[in-house]
């Protein structure tokens, strides 16, 4: 191939590489893809960037998901077995007993009124601390 030949197959498929990033990028601005920093975690996800080690950590973070991104004024022990399904997660085998232990810890505190007609908690502010250090040593877990 003689040089000029060269110089236009180089430009063609620069040319074509620019539409297609043209497309690409597109399609993500329009269905929330890469890069897209308005799309909403989903809960596995927000979980995954807490790491949890065990499930009275899970059910700290799934309760701030719910109140934070599901947007919950309170929630229930109902909440947060729909909430570690949806997490894919087992729930513990006595939900209440995290949430007593997480009251006990000053991260969960009763509602001033049941969600329902059953018995609610929200987080506290040591608990949104908690949450928001990823539970990193020095931190009150």
């Known amino acids: 191939m003689a040089g000029q030949e060269i110089t ?3 430009n063609d498929l620069e040319s074509r590489i ?11 601005s329009h269905s929330g893809g890469v890069g897209d920093s308005s799309k909403k975690l989903s809960i ?3 979980m995954l960037a807490k790491k ?8 700290l ?3 701030s998901y719910l109140e934070n991104e599901s947007k919950y004024e ?7 077995k729909r909430g570690f399904r949806e997490a894919r997660v087992s729930p513990p085998a006595n939900i209440n007993d995290k949430v007593n232990k997480n009251i006990a810890k000053g991260l969960f505190m009763s509602a001033d009124k049941p969600k329902d007609g059953k018995k609610a908690w929200v987080i506290t502010a040591t608990g ?7 539970f990193e040593v ?3 877990e």
């Open 8 to 10: 236009d197959k180089i």
């Open 18 to 28: 620019e539409r297609i990033e043209g497309i690409l990028h597109n399609s993500q």
């Open 44 to 46: 596995k996800e927000f």
């Open 52 to 59: 949890p080690k065990d499930d009275l950590q899970r059910t």
């Open 61 to 63: 973070v799934i309760a």
């Open 74 to 80: 309170s929630f229930t022990a109902e909440d947060l």
């Open 128 to 134: 949104e601390q908690v949450i928001a250090n990823s």
């Open 138 to 140: 020095g931190q009150n």
